[in-house]
């Protein structure tokens, strides 16, 4: 079993940057490749960033690259979401997910557990 517990959410101008935390128990956390989703109001949930075990491959979604980055410290138990030049578009919550695989999974389906999640929203 793994509980996530995701900090760091909160409002903040265009333009600017927030990092989100995900804390994992478990000791078999640096086996599993890690995600982060995020939901809008009246959306389905989407990835926007995946990380595999070790860190060496990585994934983000169109609207996010360039701008976020996915990090992780297994040592930790932790994984990061750096967000810069954020965007009202960007508002929503912000779930982080394990996944019992190694490798990079794209889908909801890929995961298996879930953090309670937290809200960003980027004013305009």
């Known amino acids: 079993q793994v509980q996530l517990v995701e900090s760091g959410g909160g409002l903040v101008q265009a333009g600017g940057s927030l990092r989100l935390s995900c804390g994992a128990s478990?000791?078999?956390?640096?086996?599993?490749?890690m995600g982060w989703f995020r939901q809008a109001p009246g959306k389905e949930r989407e990835i926007v960033a995946g990380?595999?075990?070790?860190?060496?491959?990585?994934y983000y979604g169109d609207s996010v690259k360039g701008r976020f980055t996915i990090s992780r410290d297994n040592a930790k138990n932790t994984v990061y979401l750096q967000m810069n030049s954020l965007e009202p578009e960007d508002t929503g919550a912000y779930y982080c997910a394990a996944s019992t695989s190694s490798g990079v999974k794209l889908g909801i389906n890929g995961y298996t557990y879930w953090g309670q999640g937290t809200q960003v929203t980027v004013s305009s």
């Open positions: 478990g000791r078999t956390f640096s086996s599993y490749a």
């Open positions: 990380i595999n075990w070790n860190g060496d491959t990585r």
